[in-house]
T-cell receptor, first 113, second 115 residues
Framework: DAGITQSPRHKVTETGTPVTLRCHQT?????MYWYRQDPGHGLRLIHY???????DKGEVSDGYSVSRSKTEDFLLTLESATSSQTSVYFC????????????FGSGTRLTVV | QQQVKQSPQSLIVQKGGISIINCAYE??????FPWYQQFPGKGPALLIA?????SEKKEGRFTISFNKSAKQFSLHIMDSQPGDSATYFC??????????????FGQGTILTVHP
């Protein structure tokens, strides 16, 4: 999908363990976002980044942290996974910083047991 | 607080029919209203978008109608086809400020078009 890759695509983990999801882009876009998708809630913003080492919280950031040490990589970490974090996670990128031209990755399906 | 409310949750339409999905928003700072289409196992993809300075935008079989005073907008899919079967999300974003670039999504509508 337009130079954006998420890994892993699927993961099953146990409650209480840390988990890191990776978003990698080859578009050299400045802005990157992590959303989670849940039935009945649409997509909700977790964290976003507006540059290397520049990140901020979104609507549902509790229990999540992010890091961006390189333009191309944006990592989402679940510090201690809980069953409520079972979800599909999407990364998105945009070069403008605005809402235009959003490109989403194919998602990571995470199951916490 | 859900700032964008979408209905219906699911919709079944016969081939050739018109599919209509509605969204309502609360935040008057919203200035950009896109619709996304999502197929199973894929990320959402931009379908069509509108700014509040126009009341309607058409691209092929897809039309957005926008009512600023009612704070509502809708997606119309004319001559619906089985290939249109997907989940559709409305979304909204403010024009500027610290929330610029952050999309608020509706809950989604699962559209099924029967042949």
């Amino acid at each position: 999908d337009a130079g954006i890759t998420q890994s892993p695509r699927h993961k099953v983990t146990e409650t209480g363990t840390p988990v890191t999801l990776r978003c990698h882009q080859t578009e050299n876009h400045r802005y990157m976002y992590w959303y989670r998708q849940d039935p009945g809630h649409g997509l909700r913003l977790i964290h976003y980044s507006y540059g290397v080492k520049d990140t901020d919280k979104g609507e549902v950031s509790d229990g999540y942290s992010v890091s961006r040490s390189k333009t191309e990589d944006f990592l989402l970490t679940l510090e201690s996974a809980t069953s409520s974090q079972t979800s599909v996670y999407f990364c998105a990128i945009t070069g403008t910083g605005g809402p235009y031209g959003y490109t989403f990755g194919s998602g990571t399906r995470l199951t916490v047991v | 607080q859900q700032q964008v409310k979408q209905s219906p949750q699911s919709l079944i339409v016969q081939k050739g029919g018109i599919s209509i999905i509605n969204c309502a928003y609360e935040n008057t700072a919203f200035d950009y209203f896109p619709w996304y289409q999502q197929f199973p196992g894929k990320g959402p993809a931009l379908l069509i978008a509108i700014r509040p300075d126009v009341s309607e935008k058409k691209e092929g079989r897809f039309t957005i109608s926008f009512n600023k005073s009612a704070k509502q907008f809708s997606l119309h899919i004319m001559d619906s086809q089985p290939g249109d079967s997907a989940t559709y999300f409305c979304a909204a974003s403010p024009a500027g400020g610290t929330s610029y670039g952050k999309l608020t999504f509706g809950q989604g509508t699962i559209l099924t078009v029967h042949p």
